[in-house]
């Protein structure tokens, strides 16, 4: 079993920072690839970014490309979100995954799930 908690979610003015944190215990967290998804209310859940196991490949949707960075530190088995000049189309629950395989922007493809942390931009 692998378990994510987030954390640094909140409420922020557009054009402020967060860093989420997500933190993996359980087996052994290097081989995972780790994925943020973001649900709005009344809409679906949204790939936000992706990092590969080692950290040598990441991906982002459009939204978020040139203002959140994902990465990772395997010695403290804690992937972040880095979100800057955020925005208040940015609002919604935010949650990391963990896939064995290699991740991807499939919600469909990550096997276990955090309980999500709140971000509120405020316009």
């Known amino acids: 079993q692998v378990q994510l908690v987030e954390s640094g979610g909140g409420l922020v003015q557009a054009g402020g920072s967060l860093r989420l944190s997500c933190a993996v215990s359980?087996?052994?967290?290097?081989?995972?690839?780790v994925g943020w998804f973001r649900q709005a209310p009344g809409k679906e859940r949204a790939f936000v970014a992706a990092?590969?196991?080692?950290?040598?490949?990441?991906s982002y949707a459009d939204p978020v490309k040139g203002r959140f960075t994902v990465s990772r530190d395997n010695a403290k088995t804690t992937v972040y979100l880095q979100m800057n000049s955020l925005k208040p189309e940015d609002t919604a629950v935010y949650y990391c995954?963990?896939?064995?395989?290699?991740?991807?922007?499939?919600?469909?493809?990550?096997?276990?799930w955090g309980q999500g942390t709140q971000v509120t931009v405020s316009s």
């Open positions: 990092i590969s196991w080692n950290g040598g490949r990441t």
């Open positions: 995954a963990g896939d064995l395989m290699g991740g991807g922007s499939s919600h469909a493809s990550y096997d276990y």
């Open positions: 359980g087996r052994t967290f290097s081989y995972y690839a």
